[in-house]
């Protein structure tokens, strides 16, 4: 029988708030020799907080933009999960899936972001990569996920909140390493290099002959192809359109009263983190110089209205949602059997098929 608690295991533990880079990096991390991470485990990005049931999922609490609100996502070493049972538990979980004949186990998962001191109790020999990302990306690419809809103020907030918990728990962590998206997609050799030396080990030899696996994703039907040795490459186009996106927010929506207000309100907290959210985009910065004192009295007013808004078409999905369960459980199983074939199908052969 495989001892699990050996004392020569290092645990790297990526975080980073959803759409922040978390999975490449992750990935990417764990073809670092004698790394292991997670793959081909079923589990959508296979993350680890899916293959344990020892806390509760973050999708439980809204998902991404809206779970860090939930005050028991935030974790420590105080936390009454931490017996010596579930801690038991949670290893024996996560080292069925990695590789035993390595010692440096990489696990990612989003919420680890509020987990570093309870993860650090669990796992003593543990390491953290923490990665964040301009706000604009991660608030537009989580806002654009059909399962997710909030308002784009809510989800700075979020950002805002979920980084300041951190900031908080960071001096209570041994061993934490960060870095910016930016700056790891402008230079991914150099990031690579140094979190080996973080973490204790080194760059592996590129691959003779490359294979690939894929990665299950729930927006996917068929997967995220992937390397199995090689490093992924890296790009600044996903960065770009969020910018023009949020640039035509500003200057042409028909909303952009909303989008001003929230740009001039939040701007002076994401700048002590390097980010600006009108600087270095075009004439969204010169939309901002007037109207300073009308945004001020209905600024609050644009934020109720797209609360309520989103809060509206949230409640439709979900109702939608559970009106789709009532009717699957009334359908006979070799109805729904007939359905899923047609959509496999349907993907299989995609457009043309119909």
Not at 122 to 143: E, G, L
Not at 149 to 162: D, K
Not at 165 to 171: A, G, I, N, S
Not at 273 to 301: N, Q
Request: hydrophobic share 35%.
């Amino acid at each position: 029988m495989q001892n699990d608690d050996r004392s020569d295991y290092k645990y790297v533990f990526v975080c980073g708030l959803h759409r922040s880079g978390t999975s490449m990096l992750g990935r990417n991390i764990a073809r670092l020799e004698n790394c292991t991470g997670f793959k081909n485990t079923g589990a959508d990005m296979d993350e680890g907080q899916l293959l344990q049931d020892v806390y509760t999922i973050d999708t439980e609490f809204g998902g991404a933009g809206r779970f860090g609100f939930e005050p028991s996502t935030h974790r420590t070493e105080t936390s009454e999960l931490l017996t010596p049972e579930n801690i038991a538990r949670l290893r024996a979980s996560w080292h069925a899936y990695w590789d035993k004949s390595k010692t440096i186990c990489v696990e990612k998962t989003p919420g680890n972001l509020l987990m570093t001191r309870f993860l650090q109790a669990a796992f003593p020999n543990s390491y953290f990569i923490v990665v964040k990302r301009h706000p604009v990306p991660v608030s537009i690419a989580s806002q654009r996920w059909k399962i997710n809809i909030t308002s784009l103020h809510s989800l700075f907030e979020h950002w805002l909140h979920c980084h300041e918990l951190f900031e908080q728990d960071k001096k209570y962590l041994k061993r934490v390493y960060e870095l910016s998206y930016e700056d790891y997609i402008a230079d991914p050799a150099r990031y690579h290099a140094e979190i080996a030396a973080f973490i204790g080990t080194r760059l592996p030899e590129p691959p003779k002959e490359e294979k690939f696996y894929y990665v299950t994703q729930w927006r996917n039907p068929t997967g995220l192809r992937v390397p199995e040795q090689a490093m992924e490459n890296v790009t600044g186009a996903h960065n770009q359109k969020y910018f023009d996106r949020w640039t035509k927010l500003l200057t042409d929506s028909s909303f952009r009263g909303y989008y001003r207000y929230i740009a001039r309100k939040y701007e002076p907290r994401f700048t002590p983190y390097g980010y600006s959210l009108t600087k270095g985009m075009g004439k969204s910065e010169e939309a901002l110089c007037g109207g300073s004192k009308t945004y001020a009295v209905v600024g609050p007013l644009y934020c109720l209205g797209a609360d309520a808004l989103f809060f509206c078409w949230r409640f439709g999905l979900k109702l939608r949602w559970h009106t789709k369960q009532r009717i699957k459980a009334l359908l006979p199983q070799f109805v729904l059997m007939r359905i899923r074939q047609a959509r496999a199908r349907s993907v299989r052969l995609g457009p043309k098929a119909a």
